[in-house]
C-alpha cells in the first residue's frame, strides 16, 4: 500500500524557515555553545532531524517576544 504525503506547496513565508543551530546562534548574536546548552535544558524551542537541533524562525521570534522583559520606571 502507498503512502499518502501531505502534499501541500511549499511555503515561500520567511518566519516559516528552518534553521540551525548556527544560524539561530548568529540571529540571536550568541556562541553555539550558550544556544546548545539552552536547547540541552529544554529553554529554547526546537525539533532534531538526525543528530542535528532545527529550529522554525516564527517560533524563534515568538520565543523571544515572550522571554523579553520591559522595565517600567514608574
Given at each position: 500500500m502507498k ?6 506547496p511549499p ?64
Amino acid at each position: 500500500m502507498k503512502k499518502s504525503y501531505d502534499r501541500t506547496p511549499p511555503t515561500t513565508d520567511p518566519l516559516d524557515e528552518i534553521l540551525t543551530l548556527k544560524q539561530v546562534a548568529e540571529y540571536l548574536k550568541c556562541h553555539t555553545g550558550t544556544l546548545y546548552r539552552l536547547v540541552k535544558h529544554g529553554r529554547v524551542p526546537h525539533f532534531r532531524i538526525g543528530s542535528g537541533f532545527r529550529f522554525q524562525k516564527s517560533t524563534i521570534d515568538n520565543w523571544i517576544r515572550k522571554n523579553t522583559s520591559v522595565k517600567v520606571r514608574a
